[in-house]
């Protein structure tokens, strides 16, 4: 059992991803041999296969055992032999005896009788006192495990859209005309870019679009329709908290605002007859419009979660106090609360 549990947990200091499916040679794994080391793996006493250790202890070698022995699978002892500058992982099949080792090799028999299959890896680590073998029926790879950080740092640049909704509009579009439908919800987009200096704490900025809103009225002789429009600039900091490969986010900061309001009105014609005498006032259309730029405040929060090492999507959801006075010689001003839940993408630049 004791040497079983050394075996288990030399599997697990490997690090590899195992993957399945079948295969048709046999792959000698040796970690934590002294590097620029040769590795050489012989069957019964002819070998089979050669490597030079890496600078990080590591070599793979792919062998194949069934040209030499005409099966699908044999049973083996298996010895290491150190030597110099050589590690030879010596398979002996049951009916043979295991050749002498060189002078000035030492051996270390492994123990036992090893089902050598097609798809077999022999993974042998020569980083503790004494070296450990893992048989696995399977391939092996030398990739690093994926892992889920949802704390990523660096440029990331991030897209989206969804449902923005206008407080204030319906009440200042419409003033006291009794028939006033007005339509402030909508689809609104924008795109921005984030820079987290820690897993914690980010620097942002935002271009953002929101629906475009519209108002239909009438009263006694007119009726009249505007529509808003308007932009965001964003400017603020987040805070985060990572936890797996998700990370909740709240961000604050400031918001510039550039606004169009435009109204167009028609009066009808108006006929009056006094003594007699009818007299017709004309109608006609008018036109008014004004722009508006100013700085406010929003805040918001919202959650990310990546799905590759460069590729998230996220939502959230905002609240923005848009604010302006005209730009010219108009009267205006815009005064308005937004609401926002977006989603979109994120793709991490460096």
């Not at 435009?262 to 006609?284: A, C």
């Amino acid at each position: 059992m004791t040497e079983c549990r050394r075996l288990v947990a030399a599997a697990a200091a490997l690090h590899l991803i195992l993957t399945a499916g079948a295969a048709h040679a046999q792959t000698v794994l040796v970690r934590n041999a002294p590097p620029d080391s040769n590795v050489e793996v012989v069957l019964n006493s002819s070998p089979v296969g050669t490597g030079k250790v890496g600078p990080a202890g590591i070599v793979l070698i792919d062998v194949n055992l069934q040209k030499q022995v005409n099966k699908t699978e044999t049973d083996a002892q298996i010895f290491v032999d150190a030597c110099d500058t050589v590690r030879r992982v010596v398979i002996v099949e049951r009916a043979f005896t295991a050749p002498s080792p060189e002078v000035g090799c030492t051996r270390r028999d492994m123990g036992g009788m090893f089902l050598i299959k097609q798809i077999s890896t022999l993974a042998l680590d020569f980083g503790g006192p004494n070296v450990t073998l893992l048989l696995r029926q399977g391939k092996v790879s030398l990739a690093p495990p994926r892992t889920w950080d949802g704390g990523r740092t660096g440029l990331i640049l991030f897209g989206g859209g969804g449902l923005t909704s206008l407080s204030n509009f319906a009440g200042i579009a419409c003033g006291t005309a009794t028939d006033c439908s007005t339509d402030s919800s909508g689809l609104g987009y924008g795109a921005g870019a984030e820079f987290w200096l820690t897993p914690n704490i980010a620097a942002t900025g935002s271009y953002f679009r929101p629906v475009e809103a519209t108002t239909d009225g009438s009263g006694d002789r007119f009726k009249f329709t505007s529509t808003l429009k308007t932009e965001l600039v964003t400017v603020g900091g987040k805070v985060g908290f990572p936890a797996g490969r998700t990370r909740i986010y709240g961000h604050v900061g400031g918001l510039f605002t550039r606004s169009f309001f435009e109204t167009n009105q028609t009066i009808d014609p108006l006929t009056t007859t006094t003594d007699g005498v009818t007299t017709t006032v004309p109608g006609g259309t008018q036109k008014f419009n004004f722009e508006t730029r100013g700085w406010s405040w929003f805040f918001g929060g919202g959650l990310e979660v990546w799905m590759t090492g460069s590729l998230a999507i996220y939502g959230e959801f905002d609240r923005s106090n848009l604010k302006g006075t005209a730009t010219k010689n108009e009267e205006g001003t815009l005064d308005e609360r937004m609401n926002s839940l977006v989603a979109g993408v994120k793709v991490k630049v460096f």
